[in-house]
């Protein structure tokens, strides 16, 4: 009788570098799947710049119904130099971002962590990386990435950034999650001082950390988040911010 578990993989290696690592990753996948008695059923759909040059658009119809039929997608990269000067809603990218809105992918989770071994791989002095662990929670699918109303004309250009209650509370609750099983720590960033966007996430964090006494909550403005990271990285447990914030913040 055959135990073996299966799961359907949607797989898009997209363009650039994408192709190369996502053969890379096929090839541990297989050794997972040898040694834990797991059979990956794959299907292969286009993404990014490829999917622009074969169909016209940066994600088909087809490839968003294969991701939603699957247990999980992985994905290589998207864009390059060949697709730069298209009208901005027709870039590459745009295809990202729609996979994450039709898939509710809204928690984005990048860790940091620092191995010994790799310590003085780091730009930062090994005393001052060494020991850190980092959560970054990234808002992925709200903010003003998707806010409407956006466009430019001649003489100016403008995007919304706007968040609802269950947007915020939803990565909130997230972050909160993770931190039980970390070191019970959570750091909200946000521009509260300039933005009212920012001033409805904080309140709307501190909500929703009443239902979670037992983890410490506090708040840092983005910029000096940012430089916080670099001076004193291991004050960090989970970070979780909005989405602009978050995708400059877990690049440092």
Known sequence: MDNKKSYKLTVLPGDGIGPEVMNASLEVLNVIGNS??????????????????ESGTPVTDEVLDLCRQADAVLLGAVGGPKWDTLPQDQK????????????????????AIIYPALADASALKRDVVLGSDIMVVRELTGGIYFGEPRGQNVNEAWNTL?????EVERIAITAFEL???R???????HKANVLESSQFWREVVENVHDQY?????????????????????K???VIVTQNLFGDILSDI
Do not use: W
């Not at 006494?213 to 990285?233: G, S």
């Open 36 to 53: 834990y008695n797991i059979n990956f059923e794959l299907s292969t759909g286009l993404v990014g710049g490829c999917s622009i040059d």
């Open 92 to 111: 590459p990218e745009k295809g990202l971002l729609k996979l994450r809105e039709s898939l509710g992918l809204y928690s984005n989770l990048r860790p």
């Open 162 to 166: 706007r968040y609802t209650r269950n």
């Open 179 to 181: 931190a039980k099983n």
């Open 183 to 189: 070191k019970g720590h959570v750091t909200s960033v």
């Open 213 to 233: 006494p037992d983890i410490t909550l506090d708040e840092m403005y983005v910029d000096n988040a940012a430089m916080q990271l670099v001076r004193d990285p």
């Open 235 to 237: 004050q960090f447990d």
